[in-house]
Each structure stands twice: as structure tokens, then as C-alpha cells.
């Protein structure tokens, strides 16, 4: 086979949307997720981020620059699970927040959906992690879909076309520096 019939074949061969995973304890899932995001913007796609732990009292950076760049955005969490006053709620946000995501992935309108810190609410047993595969396999053709969150399940990790692991070297919190606006939000 020649270079060309190779191309040609990789061509042919070629899936029309992939699945990424952003795991592990290190920083930069989210914002890995976002530059991802950008480029599809930069491409003309209609990108949608689902937000599953942070809620929308934190004005954050990426949040903003989602709104001017038209990317739909919902942060439906209500922080973190140590800070909750109500794990039900909490539970339930999460459910919420799946079942819009199961909705825009099987919609197919969105070239890109990015299911930010999924990975929580299925290790924690509120959102089964069957439910995510099946909705992320069985997705659109065109529909791709960005995974972040410590602690990705095998199954996620099965089904991925790329998974990156951030490993934790040092971080700033580590050294009582507080978390900065244009860093961490």
C-alpha cells in the first residue's frame, strides 16, 4: 500500500467525533476541557458545557468567557460535597444536571458536549455510570464529548478515544497561596 491509498484509507477510516477524559488529581482538567471548547468555537461548532459539582455563585473566568464566545454553559452543582448542607439536594442537583447532558448529547445540535466533573456524581453512586456510557456510546455521529473529573471510571476509560491524567507535582493551595482569579476561576 502507498502513502497515498494510506491516507486515503485513514481518511475513510476516520470516526466523525471522539470522546476525551481529563482525569486525575492534578490541576487543569477544566481548563484543558475549555481550551478544547475554544477551538470548536473557533471552527463554527455549537459547544455546550454541563457543569456537575460547581454552581454558578462563583463568577469564574471560563464562565464568562463562555458567554462571550456564545458556548451554552450551566453550572448546576451546588459546590462541593464537603461544603453541602444536604447531600439529597446535592444527590438531586446531579441527577438534573445528567438528564440535561443525556438531552444534549442525544439531541445531536451540539458538536461538542463537555460533562465537567461527571466523574463525582458516578463515583459517588447519584448518576450510574452505565447510564453515562450508554448515553457517550451511543451519542450522535457528530457529537463529541469531553469528560473531566478525578477518578474516571474503567468504563469511561474503556469507551475514550483519548485519556489524559493530570498527576498533582505541587500546587499552590499546598502552600496556603489562596486560589486566584485568572488561575484557578
Request: aromatic share 8%; no cysteine; net charge negative.
Amino acid at each position: 500500500m502507498t502513502a497515498s491509498q494510506a491516507g486515503d484509507q485513514a481518511k475513510r477510516s476516520r470516526p466523525q467525533s471522539l470522546v476525551l477524559v481529563n482525569t486525575g488529581d492534578g490541576k487543569g482538567k477544566t481548563s484543558a476541557a475549555v481550551g478544547v471548547a475554544v477551538r470548536g468555537v473557533a471552527r463554527g461548532w455549537r459547544v455546550a458545557v454541563v457543569q456537575f459539582m460547581k454552581s454558578g455563585k462563583w463568577k469564574t473566568g471560563e464562565a464568562k468567557l463562555a458567554e462571550q464566545l456564545g458556548i451554552d454553559w450551566w453550572s448546576l452543582g451546588d459546590g462541593w460535597t464537603w461544603e453541602s448542607d444536604d447531600i439529597d439536594a446535592s444527590t438531586q442537583l446531579a441527577r438534573q444536571a445528567w438528564s440535561l447532558a443525556a438531552d444534549l448529547i442525544a439531541a445531536g445540535e451540539h458538536q461538542l458536549v463537555i460533562l465537567d466533573e461527571v466523574t463525582y456524581p458516578m463515583v459517588y453512586d447519584w448518576v450510574p455510570t452505565s447510564e453515562v456510557v450508554a448515553a457517550v456510546t451511543n451519542r450522535p455521529a457528530t457529537v463529541n464529548v469531553v469528560i473531566t473529573g478525578r477518578d474516571a471510571p474503567e468504563e469511561i476509560i474503556s469507551i475514550a478515544d483519548t485519556v489524559t491524567e493530570m498527576r498533582n507535582v505541587k500546587h499552590a493551595f499546598e502552600q496556603g497561596i489562596p486560589a486566584m482569579k485568572g488561575i484557578e476561576f
